[in-house]
């Protein structure tokens, strides 16, 4: 993957993009550098990692951006037009626009900000140096705080004063652990998490929208085991996030089970972390109003997992019917769940997943029309009796003779 980025960045670099070029056409008139992009996308490029979002700071008013891009091909959303951002979206991509600025008044969540047209000064403001690395639609390099030295000794440096800026957002906190963890950059200064833990109260001031987008990007890290490495880290992460209290359970896991069997299912880090017998990750669910669908994710493994634990035809011979009842999916996953953290079974639990994989379910063969040529009357004895059926069926190993059914449907005649 690494090789792939570097040749992609050689020959197709980001900033040659179509539509990102007919933006800075729109924004540099004159030939003017009027804007240029900065944080994650120019970091990524330059470190040769992926690129996502990509953000853009420019010397024009959010009304100039608006009015600028009025007779455009792009949708322009005032996505948070107080303080300076404009979004432009086309074809299901979205490009910030940010107007260069300096705070006025912080409060830990958000900031009072002047625009400006200097772009040192918007730099200061900004989290870490390698963030604040500029990029024309050229490749020029503007790096005003010396980020570039910081990436290349994948260094995680504030910009100034540390107690400013965590001040000024308490979310750098979540930042500081992501990009230490993402970088491994573990010979962490003790005097900045000194600071970090005595600015811990200020995370409470967040909302947990932001704080749950952070969490799931530190956990989505390529490297998240390496948290292990630094104890006031995980210490500190612990401490924000108490609900995440089984760490633990990813100690017994090697980087190559790690890659096999959790990086294509990420979410499955939540129940590792969260279910136990307790309501534990409902509180966690509750508290950062997490969407349906990981609630009823984490509800399926509180339900199951300790049948699946202590019942040694789980995954034997009451397979098939718990593949019929939950899917072969959560199976899976419960099975990761269950033995993903033991060292001794991870040969059982390859052997396990492809025994899930190569259960075939028969379809249930009776339908209400079935029924109703039985002598059924339409109503609600049709899916009462239906769910009678299946589950004989189901007990029966998924089998149905003629005089099993016609017995059962004396019942309902």
Same mark, same amino acid.
């Given at each position: 993957?690494?090789?792939?980025?570097?040749?992609?960045?050689?020959?197709?670099?980001?900033?040659?993009?179509?539509?990102?070029r007919?933006?800075?056409?729109?924004?540099?008139?004159?030939?003017?550098?009027?804007?240029?992009?900065?944080g994650?996308?120019?970091?990524?490029y330059?470190?040769?990692?992926?690129?996502g979002?990509? !953000?853009i700071? /420019?010397? $024009?008013?959010?009304?100039e951006?608006?009015?600028?891009?009025?007779n455009?091909?792009?949708?322009?959303?005032?996505?948070?037009?107080?303080?300076?951002?404009?979004?432009?979206s086309? !074809?299901g /991509?979205?490009?910030e626009?940010?107007?260069l600025?300096?705070?006025?008044?912080?409060?830990?969540?958000?900031?009072k900000?002047?625009? /400006?047209k200097?772009?040192?000064?918007?730099s @200061?403001?900004?989290?870490? /140096?390698?963030?604040?690395?500029?990029? !024309?639609h050229?490749?020029?390099?503007?790096? =005003?705080?010396?980020?570039i030295?910081?990436?290349?000794?994948k260094k995680?440096?504030?910009?100034g004063? =540390?107690?400013?800026r965590?001040?000024?957002?308490?979310?750098?906190?979540?930042r500081?652990?992501?990009?230490?963890?993402?970088?491994q950059?573990?010979?962490?200064?003790?005097e900045?998490?000194?600071?970090i833990?005595?600015?811990l109260?200020?995370?409470?001031?967040? %909302?947990k929208?932001?704080?749950?987008?952070?969490?799931?990007?530190?956990?989505?890290?390529?490297? $998240?085991?390496?948290?292990?490495?630094?104890?006031?880290?995980?210490?500190? $992460?612990?401490?924000?996030?108490?609900?995440c209290?089984y760490?633990?359970?990813?100690?017994?896991?090697d980087?190559?089970?790690?890659?096999?069997?959790?990086?294509?299912?990420?979410?499955?880090?939540?129940?590792?972390?969260?279910? @136990? %017998?307790?309501?534990?990750?409902?509180?966690?669910?509750?508290k950062?109003?997490?969407?349906?669908?990981?609630?009823?994710?984490?509800?399926?493994?509180?339900?199951?997992f300790?049948s699946?634990?202590?019942?040694?035809?789980?995954?034997n011979?009451?397979?098939?019917?718990?593949i019929?009842?939950?899917?072969?999916n #959560?199976?899976?996953?419960? *099975?990761?769940?269950?033995?993903?953290? #033991?060292?001794?079974?991870?040969?059982?639990?390859?052997q396990?997943? +492809?025994?899930i994989?190569?259960?075939?379910?028969?379809? $249930? =063969?009776i339908?209400?029309?079935?029924?109703?040529?039985?002598?059924?009357? %339409?109503?609600?004895?049709?899916?009462? *009796?239906?769910?009678?059926?299946?589950?004989?069926w189901?007990?029966n190993?998924?089998?149905?003779?003629?005089?099993?059914? +016609?017995?059962?449907?004396?019942?309902? #005649?």
């Amino acid at each position: 993957m690494y090789l792939l980025n570097n040749i992609k960045n050689i020959l197709f670099p980001f900033y040659k993009e179509k539509k990102i070029r007919e933006i800075f056409k729109i924004l540099n008139d004159k030939n003017d550098v009027n804007a240029m992009m900065v944080g994650g996308c120019v970091r990524n490029y330059l470190n040769k990692e992926m690129i996502g979002d990509i !953000d853009i700071a /420019t010397i $024009f008013t959010p009304s100039e951006i608006i009015k600028k891009f009025s007779n455009s091909k792009y949708k322009v959303i005032k996505t948070g037009i107080d303080h300076g951002t404009i979004t432009l979206s086309r !074809d299901g /991509t979205n490009y910030e626009i940010t107007t260069l600025r300096h705070d006025v008044e912080t409060d830990g969540r958000h900031a009072k900000v002047l625009f /400006t047209k200097n772009w040192h000064s918007d730099s @200061d403001r900004r989290d870490f /140096t390698f963030n604040a690395i500029y990029m !024309d639609h050229k490749g020029k390099v503007f790096d =005003p705080q010396n980020g570039i030295k910081s990436l290349k000794e994948k260094k995680v440096k504030f910009i100034g004063d =540390p107690q400013k800026r965590i001040e000024e957002d308490y979310l750098r906190i979540l930042r500081y652990i992501r990009f230490s963890i993402h970088y491994q950059d573990f010979n962490n200064d003790e005097e900045i998490l000194k600071i970090i833990k005595q600015n811990l109260n200020g995370i409470t001031s967040l %909302s947990k929208e932001r704080m749950f987008n952070e969490l799931n990007k530190i956990i989505n890290l390529d490297n $998240f085991l390496a948290i292990f490495l630094k104890k006031n880290l995980l210490e500190i $992460f612990t401490i924000i996030f108490p609900e995440c209290k089984y760490l633990n359970r990813f100690k017994g896991i090697d980087k190559n089970s790690y890659k096999k069997f959790i990086k294509s299912e990420k979410k499955l880090l939540f129940p590792l972390m969260l279910v @136990d %017998s307790t309501d534990n990750h409902n509180y966690f669910s509750y508290k950062y109003k997490v969407s349906n669908n990981l609630k009823e994710y984490l509800n399926f493994f509180h339900s199951n997992f300790l049948s699946a634990k202590q019942n040694k035809n789980f995954f034997n011979k009451d397979l098939k019917k718990n593949i019929f009842y939950h899917g072969k999916n #959560n199976i899976k996953s419960l *099975a990761k769940f269950i033995f993903i953290n #033991n060292k001794k079974k991870y040969l059982e639990l390859n052997q396990i997943l +492809k025994k899930i994989e190569n259960t075939n379910i028969p379809e $249930f =063969p009776i339908t209400g029309k079935d029924l109703l040529k039985h002598g059924l009357k %339409s109503g609600k004895k049709i899916g009462e *009796a239906i769910k009678t059926i299946e589950k004989h069926w189901i007990e029966n190993n998924f089998n149905l003779k003629n005089d099993q059914l +016609k017995n059962l449907l004396k019942r309902y #005649n």
